[in-house]
């Protein structure tokens, strides 16, 4: 088709963040972003673009598969572009019931024209009529005899994912599980104690038209409704806050480095956990915040100018290699590690099928060489707290034993002193060194947090 015209409608918008996504391999968010701020469009325009082509690249293998029962040849052999029309097609059917499926069917049919030919638009035009007749009657797998195929196919998630959380936490809270996943999450804004109060950001923001509440967890957490743009907000630009989810917040308070400690951050872009620690410093003493990415350094730098944070240092290097760089150097290290990111799902519609099993594995091996390799870089008596963004036990407490294996030093340390509020179920865990964050049981993202301590000489 030669070069992508900009979109002049919300449906057209959709189409090619989807087609950018499903086809070209692009983030979701920047492909969003990129499309939007070429089109143009109005504000109500841009909100449903958003939650048309969020909504079919979250349900894409469902899609696939629905628009599959009224086709006669296989899916991927149609032109790229007709195969995202359909899906933009089935998701107004599917999923947005407040879009008349008239209308729905009738603009998608126009989508097919200017991007396809005659024939491809008689295509569209019939397997959306006849996807409309039968979309309440649609032949998903038995619940009972194939759990796995029912909840992938019913709740948009890969089967292999959805067959190893069935392992872990049986039928009903896997549903639950992959429910939250398809939820918006909610948006918490941290408070920068460095530059305001709890109660007075409550007030500013309520002033600029959000809702407010505190949040459950985390102390310096906001729930925060209504407000657009956060990016946009006086408040934000000012710096007196940092948008950051609850399970996110809860790993600096685990770590909870005394003001004038020395602390390194291993893995620490783009900033959030680093400003965070350097409030619970207020700025003082020595912040290492490394990263292996020059680039994503940038971005810690850029974070901490606008929280008015001045403690940090940035460093690039291969957080493996700190024990050697830094040796006994550090009160506090923070080893945030790169994992399958399985616990944050909800804010990333495309993540669910970038995902690999085999890909775990390889992460538990690269999280564990962090561990021993950073380790050196803590003082006796020193503490390391472990974290992830995920919810498998061979990336969390599998890792964290086969490290208390190898570097005896290291005992597990209590959590209940260090994070304040916790929920019951956590409790017995919390005391034993470790917790794992789940949304569908406490509403945040899914983290796990284990906080260990070096044995004095």
């Known amino acids: 088709m030669g070069k992508i015209k900009p979109a002049v409608s919300a449906r057209e918008a959709a189409l090619q963040v989807i087609y950018r996504v ?35 690249i979250k349900a894409w293998g469902t899609l696939d598969w629905a628009l599959g029962l009224f086709l006669r040849q296989p899916l991927e052999k149609l032109p790229p572009w007709i195969r995202c029309v359909l899906r933009l097609g089935a998701t107004q059917l599917l999923y947005v019931p407040r879009i008349p499926p008239r209308a729905a069917i009738y603009e998608t049919v126009e989508l097919a024209k200017k991007y396809g030919h005659r024939g491809t638009t008689g295509l569209v035009n019939g397997v959306l009529r006849h996807l409309d007749r039968r979309k309440d ?13 029912y909840l992938a196919l019913r709740y948009y998630h890969p089967r292999w994912l959805v067959e190893r959380w069935l392992e872990e936490f049986g039928y009903q809270e896997t549903e639950y599980l992959c429910r939250a996943d398809n939820e918006p999450p909610p948006t918490i804004a941290r408070v920068n104690t460095l530059k305001t109060t709890k109660d007075v950001l409550a007030a500013r923001l309520q002033a600029e038209g959000a809702t407010v509440r ?71 003493g020595t912040i290492l915040a490394c990263d292996v990415h020059r680039g994503r350094l940038d971005l810690i730098a850029a974070n901490c100018r606008r929280l008015g944070v001045t403690c940090v240092r940035t460093v690039l290097v291969d957080a493996r290699e700190l024990g050697e760089r830094y040796p006994a150097a550090a ?17 990333r519609p495309d993540a669910r099928w970038r995902k690999e099993a085999p890909r775990t594995r390889e992460l538990a091996r ?14 006796p008596g020193g503490v390391l707290v472990y974290s992830t963004c995920t919810l498998l036990p061979e990336e ?24 304040p509020v916790l929920p019951p179920d956590l409790l017995v865990t919390a005391r ?7 949304p569908q049981r406490h509403g945040t993202d899914g983290f796990f947090i284990a906080r260990i301590k070096k044995l004095e000489k």
């Open 22 to 56: 499903t086809e070209e391999g692009a983030y979701a968010g920047l492909a969003l972003d990129e499309v939007l701020k070429s089109a143009g469009l109005d504000g109500r325009e841009r909100a449903l673009a958003t939650e048309l082509a969020y909504s079919a």
């Open 366 to 379: 690269l999280q564990l060489a962090i561990l021993m390799g950073a380790r050196q870089a803590l003082k």
């Open 331 to 347: 009160d506090y290290l923070l080893i945030d590690a790169p994992c399958s990111g399985l616990g944050v799902l909800r804010r």
């Open 137 to 149: 009657a649609l032949p998903y797998p038995d619940g009972k005899t194939d759990p796995a195929g």
């Open 396 to 419: 969390n407490q599998e890792v964290v034993r086969e490290f208390l294996d190898r570097a005896g030093e290291f005992r597990p340390d209590s959590l209940e002193p260090w994070l």
């Open 214 to 284: 505190p949040a459950r967890y985390a102390p310096e957490g906001l729930v925060v409704e209504g407000l657009g743009a956060l990016e946009a907000s006086p408040s934000f630009q000012e710096g007196l806050f940092y948008v950051q989810d609850e399970g996110s917040q809860l790993v600096s308070h685990a770590l909870h480095p005394a003001p004038g400690a020395w602390v390194i951050d291993a893995s620490a872009a783009p900033g959030g956990k680093t400003t965070h620690l350097a409030q619970l410093m207020a700025d003082r």
């Open 432 to 438: 034993q060194g470790w917790v794992q964050f789940l």
